[in-house]
């Protein structure tokens, strides 16, 4: 296959993201596809639609910074826009087999002081709250996850976790920003801002830090979770 045409599929994959078409993700996908990331181990392709697919309500646009083509093999740099107009940029390398995407691994953008798998995973995370993709949250709790709301009420287990975040499922924050992530071993500290649409309609400011501490598994599940956040009055 010629290497016009490696990019063209490349190009198409990402296309599909942007324009909310499954079917032609489907037909891109090889029937033994593999997904690899940082916090996704060689998922199959059943596991890769229910898990990563749902995150193309949240992408507005694709910026391809670079594509190189080598044989059956594609790596391509990008930036990506959401929705929320939060960006982040990853790299991903493609495989092909017989014309068809057989296997994508996945490089998060990563943080210069400290890109290890829970400082990307604690990102992802942050992405997923503030865009309101409530399944990969709760896909990411322990079944014994424990979330204390400070000063309000503490939540014990994943079913009743995941009712509470029901309400906030595509909720899009209208901004988000980061301003510190820390990971010590299992722990990991995330703060910042964000302004989020109320019941009413108005648009309220909220400074937050949530503090994770993920189980031993290989999966590093949400063990216990404590969530500080301050509502900003107007000018500060």
Not at 12 to 35: I, M, P, V
Not at 122 to 142: M, Q, S
């Amino acid at each position: 296959m010629s290497q016009f045409n490696l990019s063209e599929l490349v190009r198409n994959y990402f296309k599909a993201y942007e324009t909310k078409e499954r079917e032609t993700l489907e037909g891109l996908l090889s029937h033994d596809f593999t997904f690899n990331s940082p916090v996704d181990d060689k998922i199959n392709r059943e596991t890769y639609f229910e898990r990563c697919w749902p995150s193309c309500r949240d992408i507005q646009k694709y910026h391809i910074q670079n594509l190189f083509t080598d044989g059956d093999e594609v790596i391509i740099r990008y930036e990506c826009t959401l929705k929320s107009g939060a960006t982040f940029q990853n790299m991903e390398h493609f495989l092909f087999f017989d014309g068809k995407i057989s296997e994508i691994t996945v490089y998060f953008g990563f943080d210069l002081k400290d890109d290890s798998v829970a400082n990307a995973k604690v990102k992802r995370l942050n992405e997923a709250f503030v865009t309101g993709n409530t399944d990969y949250i709760v896909e990411n709790l322990a079944e014994d996850v424990q979330w204390n709301f400070v000063g309000e009420s503490v939540i014990d287990g994943k079913e009743a976790a995941s009712n509470m975040l029901e309400p906030m499922r595509d909720v899009v924050a209208v901004e988000n920003a980061i301003e510190n992530i820390i990971v010590q071993g299992n722990n990991a500290v995330i703060e910042g801002t964000m302004k989020t649409p109320s019941e009413n309609g108005e648009e309220k400011m909220y400074a937050f830090c949530d503090i994770y501490t993920f189980d031993q598994s290989s999966d590093s599940k949400i063990k216990k979770l404590s969530a500080y956040l301050i509502e900003l009055t107007s000018g500060k």
